[in-house]
């Protein structure tokens, strides 16, 4: 089995939660996973004051995790789609909930709208905002012992190499500085190929 998170490895969350920034903020610069400096600041940018509006905003739009865009390529999406009945993936994701649908049911939708049917979606907790970094991703692959885990998180990545696992670390801006044993940094294409998702 592999974990794939969603978030910054098939979704475009920090595009996504900038424009709903810019909606009370207009001078919030737009700012995608690929530009994402920090995952504290965003370099700067992301204040108490953005970052609680961001997240009770969030919480109030309806399936907002639905709704975010697609950060992989259409080649990606087809190249899981056709692998995840034969590669059990597990996609991973610590989203908070919002107004509509529930999480669970967001994400598969969103997934299943780019060709991947009936995918396996387990929602991990994490705090109220979802971005602290602790989560219990890692707790919930020692009980799957997923041989493969894909992130971009850094402290995700941290826990899931010191609980053991083989990670590849997506290599955004980010996370230059996440550095442990098990933590392969790169692209997602070569996350796939470490991962052994055939291509097409
Ligand atoms: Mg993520």
Redesign the pocket.
Known sequence: MIFM?????LAEFCEAFSRVIQTFDPTMPLITTATQPDWGTWGGEMTDERLNYGWETVKVTKNFWERAPSLASPEVFARIAAAHKEIPILFVTSRIPTAGNSVQRQSINWLEARGILDPLVIVAGGDARGRSGKTDKASIAKIWSPYFTI???PQNALDYAAAGFEVALLDWPYTKDTKAPGIHRCNLTEALEMAGVPLL
């Open positions: 998170d969603l978030d910054g490895v992130e971009d998180g």
